[in-house]
């Protein structure tokens, strides 16, 4: 019964990350079409999702990168929203830190700039678990993964970063809210790549055969 669970519960995460992935991928592709004027809406609609089969078809590599950059924009700006309702003390502009670069990285420009540079580091990350875990199609490597990541930065690299204070010193609500954040992270990470490889090692529908021609 647990091993039928677990598969059910698995099923459901696949069915997620697929329609989150549509999803992102028809937002920008309207957004694209907004600067294309077509000749109707229905027109509009076929050419994005014939450009959807088309971003679906490429290469992993590429895949890899836009889950890592999503993937560091999306989570890196929760972590700016769990800031600004205080329910943590560290926002995303904690990447900043390690510079002398003035007041300004502890405010409102600082936390933006902070969600960006997240984002771009975020890709090297990706291809980290790309390159170690991508064959284990299973949400709890992300979890794992997400949760080293936390451990990294507020243990391994906490001596290094002169304002990120000792984690004995943040309140509790800091601890709780950043470690699910980087479990999140770290799932959303982990699944989508593990969702993507598992995808690019199975031959493409008859459906999305057809649509493609």
């Given at each position: 019964?647990?091993?039928?669970?677990?598969?059910?519960?698995?099923?459901?995460?696949?069915?997620?990350?697929?329609?989150?992935?549509?999803?992102?991928?028809?937002?920008?592709?309207?957004?694209?079409?907004?600067?294309?004027?077509?000749?109707?809406?229905?027109?509009?609609?076929?050419?994005i999702?014939?450009?959807?089969?088309?971003?679906?078809?490429?290469?992993?590599?590429?895949?890899?990168?836009?889950?890592?950059?999503?993937?560091?924009?999306?989570?890196?700006?929760?972590?700016?929203?769990s800031?600004?309702?205080?329910?943590?003390?560290?926002?995303?502009?904690?990447?900043?830190?390690?510079?002398?670069?003035?007041?300004?990285?502890?405010?409102?420009?600082?936390?933006?700039?902070?969600?960006?540079?997240?984002?771009?580091l975020?890709?090297?990350?990706?291809?980290?678990?790309?390159?170690?875990?991508?064959?284990?199609?299973?949400?709890?490597?992300?979890?794992?993964?997400?949760?080293?990541?936390?451990?990294?930065?507020?243990?391994?690299l906490?001596?290094?970063?002169?304002?990120?204070?000792?984690?004995?010193?943040?309140?509790?609500?800091?601890?709780?809210?950043?470690?699910?954040?980087?479990?999140?992270?770290?799932l959303?990470?982990?699944?989508?790549?593990?969702?993507?490889?598992?995808?690019?090692?199975?031959?493409?529908?008859?459906?999305?055969?057809?649509?493609?021609?």
């Open positions: 019964m647990t091993q039928r669970n677990q598969v059910h519960d698995e099923f459901l995460f696949r069915q997620f990350f697929q329609k989150l992935e549509e999803i992102l991928l028809k937002k920008v592709m309207f957004l694209v079409f907004l600067g294309h004027p077509t000749s109707g809406g229905v027109d509009c609609m076929n050419k999702d014939h450009e959807i089969i088309d971003t679906k078809q490429m290469g992993f590599p590429m895949k890899v990168i836009l889950i890592g950059f999503f993937g560091g924009l999306i989570w890196s700006f929760i972590g700016y929203s800031y600004y309702f205080h329910l943590t003390e560290v926002g995303p502009s904690f990447v900043l830190l390690p510079w002398a670069l003035g007041d300004w990285k502890l405010g409102h420009t600082g936390q933006l700039v902070g969600i960006a540079v997240i984002a771009i975020s890709i090297g990350i990706a291809f980290f678990y790309k390159w170690t875990l991508q064959k284990v199609n299973s949400m709890w490597p992300g979890v794992g993964f997400g949760m080293l990541l936390w451990v990294i930065v507020f243990y391994i906490n001596p290094f970063i002169v304002d990120l204070k000792p984690v004995q010193s943040y309140s509790l609500n800091t601890i709780v809210t950043t470690l699910c954040l980087f479990i999140l992270y770290g959303f990470i982990g699944y989508s790549i593990s969702y993507e490889y598992a995808e690019q090692n199975e031959p493409m529908s008859k459906e999305d055969s057809f649509k493609a021609e």
